[in-house]
Every structure is written in C-alpha cells, then in structure tokens.
C-alpha cells in the first residue's frame, strides 16, 4: 500500500512537467571541473604549398615575471624586462601557428620553431592574413598539451599578428606580455610542460613525449570557486588528464595569488599528471602543509611533485629550490606562499633538526619510518638520487649521482615495479621495494638512513594473505611524551606512523575480517584497538571510503581476548587499519592478529 | 493510435517508470554504499575529515590563514568610512608573524596600521586585526591581506582579497559554482551506476 501510495505521489507531478535538459551554470559560465565543453578546435597541423608563395619569417616570445628573494623577503617581480626584478623574454617554443584569411579561413598551418622561429609560405596577393600561434602543442616528439581558458569553452590563447601577402616579409618577434591580457602566462604555462618533456628526454632513454594534458587557465580566476573556496588554488585532477592552474582572485592578478609565473607550482602540478598518466597515483589528493606526519600516499605524491619542478628547473649543481609568490611588482604587495630548500634541511649535530615536532622547518623525521609519512623528506631523498652535490647530512658520498633513470624505471615498470598491478596504497615505501628488486646493485641505504626512510611497505600497507603462519603484531600506543603533537582524538589527527597500523589485503570473496588483542604484559591497562576496513580510495576517517568498522572497547580483565568484527566485507582491494583509539586513556601494548574468515593474515612478499 | 490507446500507453510508460523509480530506491546502496557493518559510539572521531566532491591534488600551503571580514556597513559613496577586520590563524603556534594591508587608490587610512607583526601565534586561537578605511569615490576597491612568518630556511605565506561593494555577490557566485559542481558530480556518479 506504501508502494503504490508512492507511485501515485511520484506519478502525479510527472503530469505537464518538463525534463531538466541542463546542468547549473554560474554567472561566468562555469559549471565544472570534470565538464566536457564543446570540442577543442581542430589541431592546424596541414601544411599547404603556393606555387605563387610569400614567406612570412619572424619569432614569437613570450615575458616571464621572475620570483626574486630568499627566505625572508621575496615576491615575483616585474613585467618590464628592465629594473630592479626585471622579467625575461623566452621563445615560444612548438606551438601551433594557424593562418586565417579574412573569412576566416584557414590557409596555413605550422607551428614555431625550437628558438621560436616563425617560417610559413603564404600565397602571395594583396589580401592580409592574421597569424595565430596558439597556446598549444600537438608535436609528439617534444610536447602534447593544451592551455585552455575553461573545461566549459575550451578556448585557446593566441598571439596575433596580421601581414600583407603582397610580398615576403619578416615581421619580427612577436611579444604575448606579461601585463595586460597576461598572453604571457599562457605561453609560460605550456612552455613550463615543454621544459618538464625536454627534461624527461634528457633522462629517460626513449622517451618522445608524454600523453596530452590540458591545463585550464584564465587571467584573474580561481580555480578553487569549483569548490566554493576563496583561498588561491592550483591543483591536478586525476583521472581527466586536466591541471587547474591559478590565474588570481576574481579579477586581481597583481595583489592576489597567482602561479602562472609560479614555475615550482606549474611544474608541481604536471608531475601529479605524470604520475597520474605514466605510472600511478593512489593519493587521496587533499591539503598539505610540509609540515607533518600526512597519509604516506599523498606524502609520496607531493613529495614527488616538489621533486620533479626541482629536477627541470634546477641542474644536478645547484641547490633546489619551491618557490610560490603572491602579487607582483607592479601591485602594492608581493609575498611569498613559500620558498623553500630542499637539499638541506635545517641541521644540528649533523642531523635533520626541527624547532618543534610539527616545524615546517625541513618537515624532518625523528624515528626510523617517520620519513615515508612527510612530503619534504621524500622530496630530499629522491633529489639525493640525482644531484651531485652531497649535503652535509653525508660524512662519506651518497654514491648516488644522476640516477633519475633508475628512478623513472621503477616508476613506470609494470612488473614488480610501481606500476605493478599487485601494488595498491602506493607510498614511498613501495618505491624503495620496487627500487630495490630492480636496481639492486644501487645502494640507497645512506639515502634513506639520513631521511628516517623504511625501505619496505612496514609501516604502511604492507601487503597480507590469509597464510596462518606468522607471528601476533604489537602495538604500543603513543602520546605525547613520545612525540605525537596535535591528537585530539580525532582520526584526522591520529599520529599515523605510532597509533596506527595498515595492512594491504586482496579477497578473492566476501567474508568477515576479525582482530583479536590482548593485553601484552598483563598490565590490565591495554590499549583499545579499532578496527576499520577501507576500499581502495581509503580516504582516511572518511566514512564512505570503509568497507565497514568495529569500535568496541576492551574488557577490563586483562587475559581476555578482545574482539573486532568486521562481517560482509566483499571482494577486492582492502586497506586494514588498525588503530588506537587516543579519546580516553593510551593503555598499554596489544599484542594483536588480523583473520579473513578464521585464517590468520600474514605479511607476504609483494616482490618477486 | 486513438487518443485513448496514446493515454493507454503513456500510462504504462509512467507506471514503468515509477515501478523503476521505486526499484532503484529500494536498491539505493548501489547508489551510496554504506559500509558493511557499523558499530556506533566513537563515531565522534570521524569529525573534521574533509570529504571532497572529486579527488584532486592541493598546493602546498604553509600553516597560516588569513581572511578579511567588513565589520558594519560597505562603503557606497565617497567619504563613507568602513571597518575591515584582518583574522590571522595558523594550525600551529608561531612566532614573528609580519602582515601587511594593501590598499589600492581611492581608500585611505583613517585608522590602524597597514603592516606590522606579532610576536607570536597560538594554533587555533586566531589574531583579529582592525583597520579603519575611507572610501574616496565610492567605487567598488580591492583590499588585500598577507600575513607571512620564516622558520629557519623556509618562508610562508597566505593572502586574501576583498572587494568592498562586491564580495557578497562573489561569495554568493562561487556557491553556485560549488551547487553546480555538485549537481554535475552527482549526474556523473550516477551515470556509471547505469554501466
């Protein structure tokens, strides 16, 4: 009866009702970032020969504001090529040239040269064209990518310039500025992927050119208005091949965040395609401070990015720099969002030394396995492999020079490397085990010494099957004394290196997984365990993220067993965590076993 | 077809659909998957966990936030004065935190310092500033607000902008953005269900 009162109530309203044929759209058009707006135009790659030709010849160049400063007093500087903080002209390099006549019509195609030579056969008449280069590329032996204004219009940006067929002329070097139109950024932006591309050339033995990304950009907009937020925003959003680069904030460009000229920050951003497109990604994306213990997944992502910006714009000599600026010269402020070494942290006695546990000073690990929790230290370690210069953390050589190849190679390699499809939960813990399986004769242990690294997944997703043949895990709860900062309760801020343990388990079926702990030394004081079961996303606390979860307290008589079920748990990738609940007292040491339908789950090697 | 038999058939269509409608709420957790099994009384701790509508990388951000607030009413025409109050916040404690107000032409100070610094911050107990302006023409302006601080080799920062006629009606547009966003999301999420 329910039912049918609901068909009624359901059907009723359908009468003389319209379907909605639309999405929402704000004021300026805008409706998504996932949205798939009209086609890109057609990519001008057919070149046509005049019998009766004129040759166009001249070069497009695009200005670049500079960040000057250190770490104390900075900001970005000038659109003038002159002065105190002066801007410099580049080339702009293999980007399209598309050549229109007054119709509209195309009549050439080509695209600019390595220095950014312009070269084109016009048929000669005394009629004008207008020359487009355009704010892409489409050449797959140096660049795929495209800068767009929005997902909703996909527009390109072009710099223009309209010549008489009458003769052969060189026009000149054509200028997109860096104040205006701010055609500059544009052209900086797809210049900053063309750097990253001839990077990985230099590096990677056969490497032509990565897939085609789209990088969405407009003068004055924030990106992160997608999200409803305020703060300045560039991001990547994986899966859609799409980077969101910052342009300002409603409007502003000279007194607002901006990261079109923010080279750390473009770059930064395509490694996260990178990584996305060639090799793989289980980062759960949201914010990140370098300043903390963070979920390893997004500690190896981000530290990733700081690393590759620091890889192209900086050679193995020099000391690497992220540097993210505010305004600019030409408004009444500059700043910069961070400016940061990451060669050498701050030291004392020779090693990493925070001013506090949480100083963004160097984000530096105490404990042996804190390194695979924060960004900057993999960011060191892998900038380690490949620099030349030893920080002074080494009292001997890192012996480690100019091993991008071999870290690239156990990135993008599918077997037993980071691709691999039996990996899952990815942090830099599976780095250094695919590192290890396939460059052996490479030795990172004074790399990953200095930086607190564990060279295996011990400490965060180690990879179980239901064998029955291991020993019990232990746990001791953390506080405190011990060197946890900012827990209050909360699974957003459970230290996850000291109160929490994770397990990496593939289910061939559903089934009901258990943990069962006791009280280690009887001390009637034991720790509560909590038991949650995630998916693949494993976005941590977040619910819909769980299989499920079991929260139950211990018993007070301290030979007992205490229990945590999980039932119906189905198939498929799992991420075990178990972890001390720190909202009422610590407790002391569980000694603890995790089971998959009674059978006891043990750690298995995920190499070999 | 008669005009009977086109009733008769759109009626099965609505019934079809409403049969569908009811189906696939009865089968919702293909829709939103709860977990397998919940046990409730610490679920307290699930707080403060951001849930994004798309998964996406952020940049890197030191711990400090500012945000600007109009105290009282916006400033319409020339000569109105008006109250922009400053928030500094950090995630940490600090110390020797420097600020700075950018003012554009056409406003100016009546009362308050346009930069400045503090000898520290507690995490999570922000520091309001207040800064007395004039408007000279009664033009929309844009304000803008920077705190930074240095820890040893590293220097961080976070800016804000407020546009003194306008703000409402921007802050009212990136709410539509996120609804919009939202709805999309929402479609897609349920698009693939269907595959």
Known sequence: MTRLLALIIFLFPLVGCKIKDSVATSPDGRISPTFQGPSELSYCSQVTSYSNAITVTGLAYFIRRNPWGDSVTGGLGSASTSGTHPATAHPIRRAEIRVTNSSGQVVQCGETGANGEINLSLPRGNVSYVISVNSRSNNSSYLRASVLNMPERNQVYSLQATVSASASIDIGTITASADGSVLGGAFNILDQFFEANSYLRSQVANFTSAPKVVAYWEPGYNPNAYFGGSSGLSFYLPGYSRLFILGGQDGDLNNSDTDHFDNSVVLHEYGHFLEDALFASDSPGGSHNGNRIIDPRLAW??????????????????????????????????????????????????????????????????????????????????????????????????????????????????????????????????????????????????????????????????????????????????GSSDGVVGDTGTLATSDLLRNNDFYHFVSTGSGTITLEYEDANSSGTIADLDLYIYNESARLGVVSDMRGYSQDEPGANPSQTNVETVTSVPAGKHLINVNVYTGGSLGGTANYRLKFNGVKLCPTTLVQ | MSNNSRAIVLFIFMLAIGIATITADNNSDSFHR?????????????KEMPNSLHRHTQKLRGPLEVQITLLGSKPEKPGDTFVLQGTISSDESLGNIDYKWGLPEGVEVVNGSVNGSLLSITGGQPVRLELTLKTLTGDNHRVHFVAGATQGQTRFADATQYNTLIQNLLDESKKELLKSTQEHYQEKTRFKVFH
């Not at chain 1, 620091?310 to 690497?320: I, K, W």
């Not at chain 1, 030291?347 to 924060?374: A, H, K, W």
């Not at chain 1, 690294?453 to 709860?477: I, K, L, Q, W």
Request: net charge negative; glycine share 10%.
């Open chain 1, 301 to 478: 992502s981000e530290g990733w990015g700081n690393f590759f910006q620091a890889a192209v714009l900086y050679g193995a000599n020099s000391t690497p720099y992220y540097i993210d600026t505010i305004g600019n010269d030409d408004g009444s402020l500059t700043e910069q969002i961070f400016h940061t070494n990451l060669e050498t942290p701050p030291m004392s006695g020779g090693d990493c030394y925070p001013t506090s546990q949480n100083s963004i000073n160097g984000d530096c690990p105490r404990v042996l396995g804190e390194g695979n929790f924060r960004e900057f230290s993999v960011t060191r370690m892998l900038w380690d492999m490949i620099d030349s210069v030893n920080d002074s953390r080494f009292s001997s050589s890192e012996n480690l020079d100019g091993k991008f190849n071999e870290l690239w190679g156990t990135l993008v390699n599918t077997s037993n490397g980071f691709k691999d499809s039996k990996f899952a939960f990815r942090s830099v813990g599976h780095f250094h085990l695919a590192h290890a399986f396939n460059y052996s004769s490479t030795d990172m242990t004074g790399v990953r010494g200095v930086e607190r690294h564990r060279g295996n997944t011990t400490d965060y997703a180690e990879y179980v099957t239901a064998t029955d043949s291991c020993s019990d895990f232990s746990m001791t709860p953390a």
């Open chain 2, 34 to 46: 709860h977990p397998a099994q919940i046990k409730t009384g610490k679920n307290w701790i699930f």
